[in-house]
Each structure stands twice: as structure tokens, then as C-alpha cells.
């Protein structure tokens, strides 16, 4: 499995700050989507400044759906799996940020679950297409 690209990565206490004031949301049973316009401003210190404008995600897996952090890595890792394998170059010019956040729940070890759910959310939020 492959990590994201840092370029795709989402990072800094500013910039989960905009997007939990700024995003549009959609839940679903497993994980909620917040999907904010990407604000580059924010992100100048981080030095990544031929991407600023890009498509970038952050997953967020809290202790609560599992302490151990291996497991809420293998989460993780499946996700941006997923996410890497159905993403087309195109759609990095996207310009939004995303925040996957993974509710406390049993279902959060069934891997199909997780991943139709994933999804569907990245399709009604019109972020990659069919």
C-alpha cells in the first residue's frame, strides 16, 4: 500500500481550523466528509508552493475506534488506497481540502464497509466521478 503523496496531504492546526469552520459536510454512518475551498494562504509556510492550490485530503481516526495505532493505520492506509487507485491526475486540480473523519463504531474493521461508504461520500460530494 502507498502512503499519500505530501503534496496531497493536509497539515497544521490553521488549516483543520478553516476547514471545521468553512466545510461543507456530508455524514454518513461510518465517517463524516468536511469539504472546504482550498484557502493556499494558509499553507505558504509549509513551503509547497508549486501545489498550493491542489486537491489535498487529511484522515483523521480517533482512539475511539481503536487504541491501538497500528490498527487506525491500517485504516488509514487502506483509504488512501483506495483513494489513489481511483484518482485521476485531472482531479488534483480540484481546488478543495478534505477531511475524512472516522466515527467510533464495530463497523470501522469491516474493510468493505469502510470502503463502500468512502466511496459513495467522495462520489455525492462530486470530488471524483464515476
Same mark, same amino acid.
Given at each position: 500500500?502507498?502512503?499519500?503523496?505530501?503534496?496531497?496531504?493536509? /497539515?497544521?492546526?490553521?488549516?483543520?481550523?478553516?476547514? +471545521?469552520?468553512?466545510?461543507?459536510? $456530508? $455524514?454518513?454512518?461510518?465517517?463524516?466528509?468536511?469539504?472546504?475551498?482550498? %484557502?493556499?494562504? @494558509?499553507?505558504?509556510?509549509? /513551503?509547497?508552493? %508549486?501545489?498550493?492550490?491542489?486537491?489535498? @485530503?487529511?484522515?483523521?481516526?480517533? /482512539?475511539?475506534?481503536?487504541?491501538?495505532?497500528?490498527?487506525?493505520?491500517?485504516?488509514?492506509?487502506?483509504?488512501?488506497? $483506495?483513494?489513489?487507485?481511483?484518482?485521476?491526475?485531472?482531479? %488534483?486540480?480540484?481546488? $478543495?481540502?478534505?477531511?475524512?473523519?472516522? /466515527?467510533?463504531?464495530?463497523?470501522?474493521?469491516?474493510?468493505?464497509?469502510?470502503?463502500?461508504?468512502?466511496? +459513495?461520500? @467522495?462520489?455525492?460530494?462530486?470530488?471524483? +466521478?464515476?
Amino acid at each position: 500500500m502507498m502512503a499519500l503523496p505530501k503534496a496531497m496531504r493536509l /497539515k497544521g492546526h490553521r488549516t483543520f481550523d478553516y476547514i +471545521h469552520k468553512n466545510s461543507v459536510k $456530508y $455524514y454518513g454512518k461510518l465517517m463524516t466528509f468536511k469539504i472546504a475551498k482550498s %484557502n493556499p494562504k @494558509i499553507l505558504i509556510s509549509h /513551503k509547497n508552493i %508549486n501545489s498550493l492550490n491542489n486537491f489535498k @485530503i487529511a484522515i483523521a481516526i480517533s /482512539k475511539k475506534v481503536s487504541k491501538k495505532a497500528v490498527v487506525r493505520n491500517k485504516i488509514r492506509r487502506v483509504l488512501q488506497d $483506495y483513494l489513489l487507485k481511483n484518482f485521476n491526475q485531472e482531479d %488534483n486540480h480540484k481546488p $478543495y481540502w478534505l477531511l475524512v473523519n472516522l /466515527k467510533s463504531s464495530e463497523s470501522c474493521n469491516d474493510v468493505i464497509k469502510l470502503l463502500e461508504e468512502f466511496q +459513495h461520500l @467522495i462520489f455525492k460530494s462530486g470530488l471524483l +466521478h464515476d
